[in-house]
């Protein structure tokens, strides 16, 4: 019986007692099968299809410029299909991917960027950008760090870690404007220089003052005679009917320090009035405005000179 077993076995397999030889063992076979794996190559675009892909790129960057940001993520979609192995094309829809808010995409098309090309610094501004975008400023501050070892000239990055640090700093908030806003600094905003001139600009526009009397009347009751009862009402109500004045003018005129002054605390009453009252629109208005700081440096690339997966 056992030599029936023994020659169905040998004719099923092919095999007989003049085979002879040491079996390995599992930890042998395993390295030698693995050290003579070949390496899997990848198989490069033809030059056809790499010229194809950068017109649809450049068709991308178009459509970018033209705010068409679902257009654009297909251009650059069909680019990688015909050239898959290109950096920028990743990090140009990377870019599209943040217009449409589609933050956890972005950083997909940003990591595979890097994994084409380490040391491509745009990657990881745009994915700093996608992080902050999302509320992960540590992450943020990461990316933009090793995108300034890579590129320290770069102007861009370098707002954005400031601002990105900034905005980690001020996470756990202490602050009562920043606790009132949820992260919004109102404080950092109505104190910054450039918003400061605005509001000498705002106060000093005819049309903007009348707006501001009527706004002042609507939301703090503000009547014609009220003004007489409250003397700090009283001086912004004749400002605000006298002639624009320069931002040079001495305080007591449109423009001064002390109406200065006075403006920012009204924005200050009108902000937390405003969170009372609507806090919705408050959510809206902070969320615009972070998609404008973070915007600036979501613009695609035209060339890929500085990526090493192309010539």
């Keep these: ?40 190559s990848r198989s490069e675009p033809t030059e056809e ?17 033209q705010e068409k940001f679902e257009e654009a ?23 599209a991917h943040s217009r449409l808010d589609h933050h956890q995409d972005a950083i997909s098309d940003c990591l595979k960027a890097l994994e084409i090309d380490p040391n491509y610094s745009k990657a990881y501004g745009r994915m700093g950008i996608a992080y902050s975008s999302i509320g992960n400023h540590a992450k943020a501050v990461e990316c933009y760090r090793k995108g300034l070892e890579l590129d320290p ?3 861009n990055c370098q707002q954005n870690l400031s601002i990105a640090e900034e905005k980690l700093k001020n996470t756990p908030d202490n602050s ?30 005819p049309n903007a003052q009348s707006m501001m009397t009527n706004l002042m009347r609507n939301t703090f009751g503000v009547a014609d005679g009220a003004s007489r009862d409250n003397p700090t009402t009283n001086t912004f109500s ?30 200050h009453q009108l902000a937390q009035q405003l969170q009372a009252s609507n806090p919705q629109l408050v959510n809206h208005l902070r969320q615009t405005f972070l998609s404008n ?19």
């Design 153 to 155: 000239n770069n102007e």
């Design 73 to 95: 993520v297909a251009c650059y979609s069909k680019a990688i299909e015909l050239s898959p192995f290109n950096a920028v094309f990743y990090c140009n829809r990377a870019a």
């Design 1 to 40: 019986m056992d030599c029936v077993a023994k020659q169905c076995i040998e004719t099923a397999f092919h095999i007989s007692d003049n085979e002879t030889g040491e079996v390995p063992d599992l930890q042998t076979l395993f390295e030698s099968q693995t050290q003579k794996k070949p390496s899997v």
């Design 293 to 311: 700081v973070v915007g600036q440096n979501t613009n695609p690339e035209s060339n890929d000179n500085d990526s090493s997966s192309t010539k």
């Design 176 to 205: 009562q404007s920043s606790g009132l806003f949820g992260g919004f600094d109102l404080n950092s905003i109505l104190n910054n220089p450039m918003m400061q001139n605005m509001a000498r600009q705002f106060m000093s526009d």
């Design 49 to 65: 299809a790499k010229s194809m892909a950068e017109a649809l790129k450049n068709q991308g960057n178009q459509c970018m410029k």
């Design 238 to 267: 004749n400002n605000c009917s006298a002639e624009p004045a320069q931002p040079s003018e001495p305080s007591g005129q449109v423009g001064g320090e002390q109406n200065m002054d006075e403006f920012l605390r009204l924005g």
